[in-house]
């Protein structure tokens, strides 16, 4: 089941289907930082209200805003 990675639960990991963002430069951002397709991600830590919310990619940990982590698509990980 594809969802967005706002949909994980903690310490759930998934793999990036795609970043899909609006803003090119954002776009441009996120795959710099590692939100990649292919990439396992694990959702590490949330705030109140869940934004931001940090994820655990390529061995960083980085936090992204909701508006911008709806643009990334994650599925569960092969078993």
Do not use: W
């Given at each position: 089941?594809?969802?967005?990675?706002?949909?994980?639960?903690?310490?759930?990991v998934?793999?990036?289907?795609?970043?899909?963002h609006?803003?090119?430069?954002?776009?441009?951002?996120?795959?710099?930082?590692?939100?990649?397709?292919?990439?396992?991600?694990?959702?590490?830590?949330?705030?109140?209200?869940?934004?931001?919310?940090?994820?655990?990619?390529?061995?960083?940990?980085?936090?992204l805003?909701?508006?911008?982590?709806?643009?990334?698509?994650?599925?569960?990980p092969?078993?």
């Open positions: 089941m594809i969802k967005t990675i706002l949909e994980l639960d903690l310490q759930e998934a793999v990036i289907t795609g970043v899909r609006t803003d090119e430069g954002m776009q441009r951002r996120l795959l710099d930082l590692g939100f990649c397709e292919g990439a396992p991600v694990m959702k590490v830590l949330t705030t109140r209200g869940a934004n931001p919310a940090a994820y655990k990619v390529r061995g960083s940990v980085i936090a805003r909701s508006c911008d982590a709806q643009y990334i698509s994650v599925e569960a092969p078993i």
